[in-house]
């Protein structure tokens, strides 16, 4: 049997918007989160500029992944989120901006921050209060917990709790 590899998460939050700004005009532009198809994914590779193996983690049958897109403009993937509904919390296992909004050419900022809150909301939604739980590098456990308002519990463990999850949630979902 295959062991299963643990990723720690390395995402940064560039900037909490309101939606997703484009780096260069400042543009506001409103977003839609939607669950990912097997025909999404087909761009979605490595030989592309993606980090992660999206395909074989929508394949996992326990965790869900989402897309972020810009309304109207669903075929563009803007990031990626991939959470699994634990007993009292959602896990979030993977985040990833597309190629094209990391780095110093980065087409939008926040990206990461509407992912996270949309997987906030999705804890509210089930159930869970807001509560989400990740696993960080290390270098980035300060990050998170000026950026999202995260805990760290410990290790590499962070958390993500009612009061956070709320502020977050009303940042990119005001209605």
Same mark, same amino acid.
């Given at each position: ?59 996992? /049958?326990?965790?869900? @992944?989402?897309?972020?897109?810009? #309304? ?6 803007? %990031?990626? +989120? &991939? ?28 990206? /990461?921050?509407?992912? @996270?809150?949309?997987?906030?909301? #999705? ?6 209060? %807001?509560? +989400? &739980? ?42």
């Amino acid at each position: 049997m295959r062991r299963k590899q643990v990723i720690h998460l390395d995402f940064e939050i560039d900037k909490l918007t309101n939606s997703i700004q484009n780096i260069v005009t400042e543009d506001s532009f409103p977003t839609d989160v939607l669950p990912v198809t097997k025909e999404d994914l087909k761009a979605v590779t490595k030989k592309n500029g993606w980090q992660f193996d999206w395909k074989e983690e929508f394949k996992q /049958p326990a965790r869900e @992944v989402y897309k972020l897109t810009i #309304v109207n403009n669903i075929t563009i993937i803007q %990031g990626l +989120v &991939s959470l699994e509904v634990k007993s009292d919390h959602i896990y979030m296992h993977l985040v990833e901006s597309a190629p094209f909004n990391k780095g110093k050419t980065k087409v939008y900022a926040g990206v /990461p921050g509407n992912l @996270v809150a949309f997987v906030c909301r #999705v804890s509210f939604r089930r159930g869970f209060e %807001g509560t +989400v &739980s990740f696993l960080s590098k290390t270098q980035l456990i300060e990050h998170y917990i000026e950026s999202l308002g995260a805990l760290h519990i410990g290790g590499r463990r962070m958390i993500i709790e009612t009061k956070a999850a709320l502020k977050l949630i009303d940042k990119y979902f005001k209605n």
